[in-house]
């Protein structure tokens, strides 16, 4: 257990060795799922549990702190990797009700089998007086899932954002020590998290203004005793802005692909474009997700396989899909034998996208010199839509 702020604890369990969250985005850098608890003078309240896995640590936690009463524990989100060990905590601590908004009360139930008896529900803006400590619900919708809630303490100036402003970094130190630390961690959890819901995430941002807030403590990550860096990242993020890059993720079976994909590359740096490039065939999927909060461009490449994308080209196209970008180009390259049906498969696993297609170029074996010449045309094509944009 250790203090936050007066009065507040960090009880939770880091996860050095988890290697996909939701059995999709790798971890290179760990997690953790923080848990807090609030002595006030009349109640104590536990902010969040753990995931089940690491059940054990919150209650040791709890049991070495000689914590033998918690009245409320505070549910600001349903997802099983903070409430996952609610059951457990509900039977150590019978007598603690769980304070929660309406629809997580209802998630809880139907994830959990938690007891109707045990609730009890808060409205947007409700405060629950814990003596000479409170805390104010503000919900904040789609900060993962629609039930989503933070809680405010104006006595110490520290919000609790659960999902909100996490990172997936599992380290030692309580607060942020080194804002590049935190950067890639959070913003790999932002893309696969938060960055579906970025039109939501702006207003809940603006709704944040008007507190005066000196800690950011999240569920996962470190805690912020700076917030400022987060929330200016996080108004980058989910802004509309995109930058001068291309996403290109490409896979190649003899040679085709790959060869338009290193000259298409080349073209587009020429002509003073940034490039991530990405083979896909061993990828940290973060890694692309991460690329995809910037993108101005999304570039598929592949040969045809069985008349279609390759399954991982195919992929990609379905995650970039689901995470909804706020890319404003998109289009492909690719070879193929005898024929292909790519594109159009392609184009409609991308349908959540809303940008230009620009014309794609598909070659038949080998590219020919004509075939360079028209990357040379989608590479110009490229730099034009972004000096169109205003990007360069
Ligand atoms: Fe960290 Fe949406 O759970």
């Keep these: ?32 799922y923080n848990s807090y608890l609030i002595k006030g003078s009349e109640k104590i309240a536990l902010l969040d549990t753990v995931d089940p896995r690491k ?33 457990d905590i509900l039977l150590l601590y019978p007598d603690a009700k769980v304070v929660t908004n309406e629809k ?5 139930i139907d994830l959990l089998g938690i007891e109707d008896e045990k609730f009890i529900t808060v409205e947007d803006r409700e405060v629950l007086e814990l003596g000479d400590k409170t805390l104010e619900f503000i919900y904040t919708p789609w900060v993962h899932w629609p039930e989503t809630m933070c809680s405010y303490m104006k006595e110490e100036k520290v919000l609790f954002t659960c999902d909100f402003f996490g990172s997936h970094l599992a380290t030692s130190d309580l607060f942020l020590q080194n804002e590049r630390d935190i ?12 960055m579906p819901f970025r039109n939501v995430i702006r207003k809940n941002l603006v709704k944040l203004e008007e507190l005066d807030i000196e800690v950011i403590a999240p569920s996962h990550g470190p805690v912020y005793d700076n917030p400022q860096f987060i929330v200016d990242c996080y108004k980058d993020w989910a802004g509309d802005e995109v930058k001068n890059e291309v996403l290109l993720g490409y896979i190649s079976m003899h040679g085709s692909t790959e060869k338009m994909a290193e000259y298409l590359t080349d073209a587009l740096i020429e002509r003073g474009v940034g490039v991530k490039v990405f083979e896909l065939g061993d990828v940290d999927i973060g890694k692309i997700a991460i690329a995809l909060v910037d993108a101005a461009t999304i570039i598929l490449a592949s040969p045809t396989v069985l008349v279609g994308a390759h399954p991982m080209v195919a992929s990609v196209a379905v995650l970039a899909n689901a995470l909804r970008p706020k890319a404003k180009f998109a289009t492909f390259v690719g070879s193929y034998g005898w ?54």
């Excluded at 257990?1 to 988890?18: C, E, K, N, P």
């Excluded at 950067?183 to 938060?194: D, H, L, S, T, V």
């Excluded at 409609?348 to 038949?364: C, R």
Aim: aromatic share 8%; hydrophobic share 40%; charged share 25%.
């Design 1 to 32: 257990m250790r203090q936050v702020r007066d009065d507040i604890y960090s009880v939770g369990a880091i996860d050095w060795d988890l290697d996909l969250f939701d059995r999709l985005i790798p971890l290179p850098d760990g997690t953790s």
């Design 104 to 108: 997580c009360k209802s998630m809880l």
């Design 55 to 87: 059940t054990d640590t919150l209650v040791n936690n709890l049991v070495a702190a000689g914590v033998d009463r918690i009245d409320y524990v505070i549910a600001h989100h349903a997802e099983q990797d903070h409430s996952g060990s609610l059951p």
């Design 183 to 194: 950067y890639e961690p959070a913003k790999r959890y932002f893309a696969e998290i938060m």
């Design 339 to 392: 024929g292909s049906k790519m594109v159009e498969q392609l184009g409609g696993l991308l349908g959540n996208f809303k940008g230009e297609i620009i014309a794609p170029v598909m070659v038949k074996g080998q590219a020919s010199d004509e075939d360079f010449v028209r990357l040379d045309e989608l590479a110009d094509s490229i730099f034009a839509s972004h000096k169109t944009a205003g990007l360069v």
